[in-house]
């Protein structure tokens, strides 16, 4: 996937390339996502032979700006797949070659990618040892994270924090695009003398952590961060009220929050909300759901160290102070 000079270029449909792809790689569709599902009605109704036909008639339209794009590539090895190595990359790849183009096929396409990547995460060994950061909700984990490139963002790959509210903002990855760039990620980190990572569920969103992973997590040293209330309403300011639509999205997740909070703070969150007063609101949903959603977890463990971050720099200093005494 990392070959120098080497470019992937997926045919398959936008949708199709959103829910996966090979990292780096490039979408040039022969199809679009409509006449995807029209070429594949015509198949199913009529006969192959017409549905080649009708595909072959609408990538015509699109042919001269696929290859506008291309010839932006001119002097790479370019690599084609589709869904499974079938018609729609090898017809691109016999045309590329006619105008001079050094093109590949991917056999067995974008499923035999999968099906590699699923198999090296079943076997995978991982090496490290894990240090693990727990703590309550916008104690600055994540930021923490940031500041060591032996860290692995489990909540960045999966593109969702994990709570009800932990898909606003952002767009969530599959199962199938979360299990590939974490399977890269760990090829990248397994080399390292530990990793470090924010403690989890074992699911992520809708996303689910690999078994062997999860285990090492639960198994790994653990660290306790803390910050007071009144920082972590402001981390949450920062990270969750970014737009308007974020504000609507907290309100209708907060509007359906039941058997979680009583009636009585859900009502007065929503009345905070919409008099603007956001941090108050959020200081309610930080003691009154999200805390006694996590504290269980947390106060069942036995903490090396506990640092706190207040002051998240100072918090850097002590981690890293931590991590410089050859602890593990």
Not at 57 to 81: C, S
Not at 173 to 186: H, I
Not at 229 to 243: D, G, I, P, S
Request: net charge positive.
């Amino acid at each position: 996937v990392r070959m120098q000079n080497t470019l992937f270029i997926d045919t398959r449909t936008p949708a199709e390339f959103e829910e996966d792809h090979i990292p780096r790689a490039i979408n040039l569709p022969v199809l679009s996502n409509e006449e995807r599902a029209l070429v594949g009605t015509i198949y199913k109704q009529k006969s192959k032979e017409e549905a080649i036909i009708v595909g072959k008639e609408f990538f015509t339209r699109k042919q001269p700006e696929f290859l506008r794009e291309i010839k932006k590539n001119k002097t790479k090895k370019l690599i084609i797949n589709c869904w499974r190595g079938g018609m729609r990359s090898k017809f691109i790849v016999d045309l590329l070659r006619s105008l001079g183009y050094e093109a590949y096929q991917l056999q067995g396409g974008y499923k035999e990618y999968r099906r590699y990547v699923r198999e090296q995460l079943e076997q995978f060994q991982l090496k490290p040892k894990l240090i693990v950061l727990w703590g309550l909700t916008c104690t600055g984990k994540t930021k923490l994270l940031s500041f060591f490139p032996n860290s692995l963002d489990l909540e960045g790959l999966a593109q969702h924090r994990g709570s009800l509210y932990g898909g606003i903002g952002l767009t969530p990855r599959t199962q199938k695009a979360f299990e590939n760039v974490l399977f890269w990620k760990l090829q990248e980190l397994n080399g390292e003398k530990y990793i470090l990572l924010e403690g989890e569920s074992r699911k992520i969103g809708d996303v689910q952590m690999p078994d062997f992973l999860y285990k090492a997590m639960l198994k790994g040293i653990p660290i306790l961060i803390t910050r007071n209330l009144e920082r972590r309403a402001e981390h949450a300011l920062q990270e969750y009220f970014k737009t308007k639509e974020d504000l609507q999205r907290i309100k209708e997740v907060t509007a359906h929050l039941f058997k979680v909070i009583s009636k009585e703070k859900q009502q007065k969150v929503l009345e905070l909300l919409d008099k603007g007063n956001n941090k108050e609101a959020v200081k309610i949903l930080l003691e009154f759901y999200y805390d006694p959603l996590y504290n269980h977890t947390i106060k069942k463990k036995e903490y090396r160290f506990e640092i706190d971050t207040d002051d998240l720099q100072k918090g850097v200093r002590t981690l890293k102070g931590i991590l410089g005494g050859n602890f593990c």
